[in-house]
């Protein structure tokens, strides 16, 4: 009898959709998995005096299921980017000096490498993209900023006031979009305390939602919903050589992990306090079957679809005047673990949807519970970003 927490989870990234690459596989961190192997069938309807049953045909096969997780530095960003259907940008970490000219009054910065010579410290950032400054001077130029505009590799225009003048500086960025590329995976579940050994393997899975929920005193759990092509159980794995090992980066949690919390590129408001920021992406996948084949021949994919809700404790109108008023407004917020290692989430374009405050009886609180649609910002062409910086 197999154990569940003798169970190890594992996973690759397909070259070819449904082909498991000859290469080894790496460690899959989760909580909780249901990832199944699906048999669809029919009856036959021949009649028979004796009121049996005369076959069983099975019509096809697939692979669906969830897999829980808990959000830590780098640990699923290869899965992150299934979710994103898009590649993270090659990460930026310079040190070196730079000048800050402020564009006074729009509130923006433009920021320019002042060695010789200028050097290309800003090639693989994206416009839409944040970046984290680090000033051991003056901290006060310490902080996250957007790009607003990129005028070369060696100048970029990020939104906010930075204080003028030069200075070296370490500057970070690393950024993944919603987008268009199509990844999958083959997933392996290892039961490890059966013998002889047994593993289940999935092939062809894509990433078809993306849930995350962060509430007072909890980790920060998600879920990744996968459709694929088919799956097959054997007596070894299906990875080639020692497997990879995950990372061992802090699970975030909500009370020491989670900072900046932004409406508009501000604090909501003082004395605001959340009870609930979460998030779901959905890409709408489709099976395609096809005449001939018992398993998928592909796996179609929709819309990026974006929502989420925004709860706080109900102290003013702020965020319910934008409901009322059909406001498109944005939001971001850090992630960020003990040793400095962060995520920043942001959602440059949404509508509030729903926003309740009901009082459910006596002895409660009354909460503002806002629904939101995120929609593609029409400045940075995008409807989700992440952005990462390695400590």
Not at 33 to 61: K, W, Y
Not at 129 to 158: E, L, M
Not at 363 to 371: C, G, R, W
């Amino acid at each position: 009898m197999s154990d569940s927490s003798s169970v190890q989870l594992y996973q690759v990234e397909e070259t070819v959709w449904g082909t498991t690459p000859a290469t080894a596989l790496k460690e899959f961190r989760f909580t909780q998995e249901s990832l199944e192997f699906n048999a669809q069938t029919a009856q036959s309807e021949e009649i028979r005096n004796d009121r049996q049953v005369s076959d069983i045909i099975r019509t096809s096969v697939n692979a669906t299921g969830d897999v829980g997780i808990e959000l830590s530095y780098g640990t699923h960003d290869d899965m992150l980017e299934g979710a994103f259907f898009n590649d993270w940008t090659t990460p930026v970490n310079v040190t070196q000096s730079f000048t800050f000219t402020a564009n006074s009054p729009n509130s923006k910065t433009t920021i320019t490498s002042a060695t010789s010579p200028l050097g290309t410290p800003f090639a693989n950032v994206s416009v839409g993209a944040w970046v984290y400054i680090t000033d051991s001077v003056s901290p006060t130029r310490t902080g996250y900023y957007k790009v607003f505009s990129k005028a070369s590799s060696s100048s970029i225009t990020v939104v906010g006031t930075i204080a003028a003048g030069t200075a070296t500086v370490r500057i970070r960025s690393s950024f993944l979009r919603n987008g268009t590329t199509r990844k999958s995976y083959t997933l392996e579940k290892f039961f490890s305390d059966v013998s002889p050994l047994q593993f289940q393997s999935f092939t062809g899975m894509r990433v078809g939602q993306l849930a995350l929920t962060i509430k007072p005193g909890s980790i920060l759990n998600g879920t990744l919903s996968y459709e694929g092509r088919s799956g097959a159980y054997a007596g070894v794995t299906v990875g080639t050589g020692a497997p990879i090992a995950a990372s061992t980066t802090d699970v975030f949690n909500a009370v020491d992990n989670v900072t900046n919390i932004l409406s508009d590129g501000v604090v909501p408001a003082t004395g605001v306090y959340f009870t609930e920021l979460s998030l779901q992406m959905q890409n709408n996948l489709r099976p395609q079957p096809a005449v001939g084949y018992l398993a998928n021949v592909g796996i179609g994919a929709g819309r990026c679809v974006i929502t989420g809700k925004l709860s706080s404790y109900f102290l003013n109108r702020n965020l319910l005047s934008k409901f009322v008023n059909f406001t498109t407004t944005s939001l971001s917020f850090v992630t960020v673990d003990a040793a400095g290692n962060s995520y920043l989430w942001d959602f440059p374009s949404f509508k509030f949807t729903k926003g309740p405050t009901n009082t459910g009886g006596n002895d409660q609180d009354v909460l503002a519970a806002l629904d939101f649609t995120a929609k593609r910002d029409p400045v940075y062409g995008y409807t989700l970003g992440l952005n990462r910086f390695a400590a």
